[in-house]
Each structure stands twice: as structure tokens, then as C-alpha cells.
């Protein structure tokens, strides 16, 4: 049996993550502008209360995870890495590894081709976006049926793939691959998709063809398609049975890599779902939190409001970390907006300019906008379901005798390496 861990928030306030003692989720909001500490201040803290449950997070600056490696492997936790910024010094994540089914099929052709967040709210014409969807669709179901499947796969056929005009239709390079599917798997989805393409004429498959492509090449660069040619994937359900942790390590200027990591994201909690449902009482042997660092700046989720409200049935919790409150109503639209702000039953406002957040912020713990708005820099406003809000001063690593000693260790271990 599992004992809790601790989440450090302020300075004289570290709260359990206990649910049945504490009454509420763990979900947690943190609202802060650039530079504010929320890292510093809320994530380090974080890692240093763990020590019972796994955690999976997004890292922005490979120093942090460098530094907490050897101290989590110290306490005992299998430490994974995906490394995006840099894929050669990284575990394999393949998508291909994890579709199961038909419906996997169109969800990740439906994310790539959708991973532009300004598509939500284009008034263009949908068509060849959704013919797109329809022609990786078919390419993703035919490479699943083939030996030893892999989304590399999937990209080679579309790179390699031809047409030719065939009256009013098309004739292609991959018709006989098809047809022996269909031979093989006469009830294969991917026949139907790939018909759909398929009977288009030829300027108009040409232009799904571009459309597509324009898609994939923007997210798998040559060094993602050579980590995902490795053979290994990571097993996201490992968190679930035993102490891990996690880095994801990305690239904060390349924003290229969001709808990557977001896939990753939603293929570890679909994953993490599954291997829960399949327990006795529903619920992961050990709890797993999962941390986004600037959660609304990435890809949208199209199913995390859904995630969300369901995360503590299953033992899993979130950290989101946002700049502002107008960036999470951007990114996801305000309905869906407020359905992930109402089950982050932790809340932490650590100033920023965004008047709309701020007046949110206001109205929610009953102090005048300026109170807010003008807060002191190191300050901080908790509000927790069920109690008073509070305002204090943010955590303060330079004092934790833990953290002293975790950075003494780190710069000694980068002096060595200097030396050598």
C-alpha cells in the first residue's frame, strides 16, 4: 500500500494528496505570468515531496532533468526519458504502438491533420482537411495490418506515393497493396478510407496529397521518424504498476514539437485508462500525476475537459501550468475552458498583467481587482474547494535542506564532467 505524497505551495502550506483524507481531487491550477517561479516554485517542490507515487512531466530545460534523475533513481524509481528537443538522446515514442482499433485509426489521423489549433475556428472550407484525415487514415490502417507496424512505415508510403489520372479518376502506386488487403481483410476499415481518396479526380487528390503532407512534415522531422524507427516505444503503464518517473524534455522555441508531446500526453492517459479499468477497483496500483508546463501553449486535447473530470477515479491527477486564463479560453474555447478550470480543485494565482485573469482571480477570492492585479512579485493567492483563500509567499527552495543538497550533488556531478 502506497502512502501519500505532499504538494508544496507556499511557504507554510504543503497540503496531502490523499483524497480520502482531504475530501477533494488533486487536480491543480497554476496561473502565472512569464518568469513568475512557477517552475522554481511549484514543480521542484513537487519532485522533492515525491516519493510514493510516479510522475510524468514536460520539461522545458534539460537541466532540470538532469538534476532530479539520480535523485529519484536514488529513491528508488525507474527513470524514463523522451527526449524531443534532441531525439538521438531519447527513448522511442511511436504512435503506431498504440492503436488498437478502428476508432485509434481515425483519432490519430483526426489529430495530425488537426493539430493546427487555428483550424478550430477557420471558416475555409473543410474538405480536403477532412479527405487529409480520410487518405492517413487508410495508410495507417494498411501499415497496421503489415508485419511489424510502425507510423515510419506510414510516413514512407505517403512520401512514396503516385498517382496518375484514370478518367475521372486516379490510378496510385499503392492499389495493389490495397487490393491484397482487401483479399486478406475484406472488412478492413482502412479499404473504406482509402476509397474515399481513391475515387477523387486527379487535381483534386493532388491537393489532399499536398494537403496532407504539409501536415506530417511539419511535425515528423528526420530525427522524430529515427527515433520512432527504433523498435521500442515507452509503456506509459508502467507508471500505473511501480514507482516512475517520466521527463518529456522539449524544445520551447520549436513549437512544432506541441502537437507531438500532446499526442504523447493523450496516448499516456488513454493508456493509463485502460490498465486502470482493468484492475479490481478501477484505479491505477500507483497513483500517477501528470505535470504540463504551459499547458495551453501546445496542441489542444480534444478529449481532456473529458479526461479531466475523471482523473481521480482512476488514481490520476493533473498540474497544469498557464500563463493566464484568456490563454486556456484560447487555446480550448470557453466552455471546455471552464469545465478544466471547475475540476482543479487547487488553484494558485502567482500574479501577471492579463486583466481578464486577474478580475477572474478577484471575483473568486472577493478582493478588489488592484489587490490582484498590483500583488507583490513572490506572492501568491491559494484557493482550495471547501476552504478560505490564501495569501502568502511562494516556496522557498533556498531554505529546503533537500534542495541544497540535490543541487550541491548536481553541480558537483558537472564539475566532474568538466574536469573530464
Not at 478518367?167 to 475484406?186: H, V, W, Y
Given at each position: 500500500?502506497?502512502?501519500?505524497?505532499?504538494?508544496?505551495?507556499?511557504?507554510?502550506?504543503t497540503?496531502?494528496?490523499d483524497?480520502?483524507?482531504t475530501?477533494?481531487?488533486?487536480?491543480a491550477l497554476?496561473?502565472?505570468?512569464?518568469?513568475?517561479?512557477?517552475?522554481w516554485s511549484?514543480?521542484e517542490?513537487?519532485?522533492?515531496?515525491?516519493?510514493?507515487?510516479s510522475?510524468?512531466?514536460?520539461v522545458?530545460?534539460?537541466r532540470?532533468?538532469?538534476k532530479?534523475a539520480?535523485?529519484?533513481?536514488?529513491?528508488?524509481?525507474k527513470?524514463?526519458?523522451?527526449n524531443?528537443?534532441?531525439?538521438?538522446q531519447?527513448?522511442?515514442?511511436?504512435?503506431?504502438?498504440?492503436v488498437k482499433?478502428?476508432?485509434?485509426?481515425?483519432?490519430?489521423?483526426?489529430?495530425?491533420?488537426?493539430?493546427?489549433?487555428?483550424?478550430?475556428?477557420?471558416?475555409?472550407?473543410p474538405?480536403?482537411?477532412?479527405?487529409?484525415?480520410?487518405?492517413?487514415?487508410?495508410l495507417?490502417?494498411?501499415?497496421?495490418?503489415?508485419?511489424?507496424?510502425?507510423?515510419a512505415?506510414?510516413?514512407?508510403?505517403?512520401?512514396?506515393?503516385?498517382?496518375?489520372?484514370?478518367?475521372?479518376?486516379i490510378?496510385?502506386?499503392?492499389?495493389l497493396?490495397?487490393?491484397?488487403?482487401?483479399?486478406?481483410?475484406?472488412?478492413?476499415?482502412?479499404?473504406?478510407?482509402?476509397?474515399?481518396?481513391?475515387v477523387?479526380?486527379?487535381k483534386?487528390?493532388?491537393?489532399?496529397?499536398?494537403t496532407?503532407?504539409?501536415?506530417t512534415?511539419k511535425?515528423f522531422?528526420?530525427?522524430?521518424?529515427?527515433?520512432?524507427?527504433?523498435?521500442w516505444?515507452v509503456?506509459?503503464?508502467?507508471?500505473g504498476?511501480?514507482?516512475?518517473v517520466?521527463f518529456?524534455?522539449?524544445?520551447?522555441?520549436h513549437?512544432?514539437q506541441?502537437?507531438?508531446?500532446n499526442?504523447?500526453?493523450?496516448?499516456a492517459?488513454q493508456?493509463l485508462?485502460?490498465?486502470?479499468?482493468?484492475?479490481?477497483?478501477?484505479?491505477?496500483?500507483v497513483?500517477v500525476?501528470?505535470?504540463w508546463?504551459?499547458?495551453?501553449?501546445?496542441?489542444?486535447?480534444?478529449a481532456?475537459?473529458?479526461?479531466?473530470?475523471?482523473?481521480?477515479?482512476?488514481?490520476?491527477?493533473a498540474?497544469?501550468?498557464?500563463q493566464?486564463l484568456?490563454?486556456?479560453r484560447?487555446?480550448?474555447?470557453?466552455s471546455?475552458?471552464?469545465?478544466?478550470?471547475?475540476?482543479?480543485?487547487?488553484?494558485?494565482?502567482?500574479?501577471?498583467?492579463?486583466?481578464?485573469?486577474?478580475?477572474?482571480?478577484?471575483?473568486?477570492?472577493?478582493r478588489?481587482?488592484?489587490d490582484?492585479?498590483?500583488?507583490?512579485?513572490?506572492?501568491?493567492?491559494?484557493?482550495?474547494r471547501?476552504t478560505?483563500?490564501?495569501?502568502?509567499?511562494?516556496?522557498?527552495?533556498?531554505?529546503?535542506p533537500?534542495?541544497?543538497?540535490?543541487?550541491?550533488d548536481?553541480?558537483s556531478?558537472?564539475?566532474g564532467?568538466?574536469?573530464k
Amino acid at each position: 500500500m502506497y502512502m501519500e505524497d505532499k504538494m508544496p505551495l507556499a511557504d507554510g502550506y504543503t497540503y496531502s494528496l490523499d483524497s480520502s483524507v482531504t475530501g477533494i481531487n488533486n487536480n491543480a491550477l497554476i496561473i502565472g505570468g512569464s518568469g513568475c517561479g512557477k517552475t522554481w516554485s511549484i514543480v521542484e517542490p513537487r519532485f522533492l515531496a515525491t516519493r510514493h507515487g510516479s510522475l510524468i512531466t514536460v520539461v522545458s530545460k534539460v537541466r532540470i532533468m538532469r538534476k532530479y534523475a539520480g535523485f529519484f533513481r536514488n529513491r528508488g524509481y525507474k527513470v524514463r526519458v523522451i527526449n524531443f528537443a534532441n531525439p538521438g538522446q531519447s527513448g522511442c515514442y511511436d504512435p503506431m504502438q498504440y492503436v488498437k482499433n478502428d476508432v485509434d485509426v481515425f483519432n490519430l489521423a483526426e489529430t495530425i491533420v488537426m493539430a493546427d489549433s487555428r483550424k478550430q475556428y477557420s471558416t475555409a472550407d473543410p474538405y480536403f482537411d477532412n479527405a487529409a484525415e480520410s487518405l492517413l487514415a487508410g495508410l495507417i490502417g494498411l501499415v497496421r495490418e503489415m508485419e511489424d507496424p510502425c507510423f515510419a512505415k506510414v510516413l514512407d508510403l505517403l512520401d512514396g506515393l503516385k498517382i496518375k489520372e484514370d478518367g475521372s479518376a486516379i490510378k496510385t502506386n499503392l492499389d495493389l497493396l490495397f487490393s491484397r488487403l482487401k483479399a486478406e481483410e475484406p472488412e478492413s476499415s482502412a479499404l473504406a478510407y482509402w476509397q474515399t481518396f481513391r475515387v477523387n479526380p486527379f487535381k483534386t487528390a493532388a491537393n489532399i496529397i499536398s494537403t496532407l503532407k504539409a501536415c506530417t512534415d511539419k511535425i515528423f522531422t528526420s530525427q522524430i521518424r529515427e527515433m520512432m524507427g527504433r523498435g521500442w516505444s515507452v509503456d506509459f503503464t508502467e507508471a500505473g504498476k511501480r514507482k516512475t518517473v517520466l521527463f518529456v524534455v522539449v524544445d520551447a522555441v520549436h513549437s512544432e514539437q506541441h502537437t507531438l508531446v500532446n499526442m504523447f500526453y493523450n496516448t499516456a492517459i488513454q493508456e493509463l485508462f485502460n490498465y486502470a479499468e482493468n484492475m479490481p477497483d478501477g484505479r491505477l496500483p500507483v497513483p500517477v500525476s501528470i505535470i504540463w508546463d504551459d499547458f495551453a501553449v501546445g496542441a489542444r486535447m480534444e478529449a481532456f475537459p473529458q479526461y479531466i473530470s475523471i482523473f481521480r477515479e482512476k488514481g490520476i491527477s493533473a498540474t497544469l501550468l498557464l500563463q493566464s486564463l484568456s490563454q486556456l479560453r484560447s487555446m480550448y474555447g470557453n466552455s471546455a475552458a471552464v469545465t478544466i478550470v471547475n475540476n482543479c480543485d487547487t488553484q494558485v494565482y502567482m500574479g501577471g498583467m492579463d486583466l481578464d485573469t486577474a478580475d477572474e482571480i478577484s471575483r473568486r477570492v472577493n478582493r478588489p481587482l488592484e489587490d490582484v492585479l498590483y500583488m507583490p512579485v513572490g506572492k501568491l493567492i491559494i484557493m482550495r474547494r471547501g476552504t478560505l483563500p490564501v495569501f502568502a509567499g511562494r516556496y522557498n527552495l533556498n531554505r529546503d535542506p533537500l534542495y541544497q543538497k540535490v543541487t550541491k550533488d548536481y553541480e558537483s556531478q558537472i564539475t566532474g564532467l568538466k574536469e573530464k
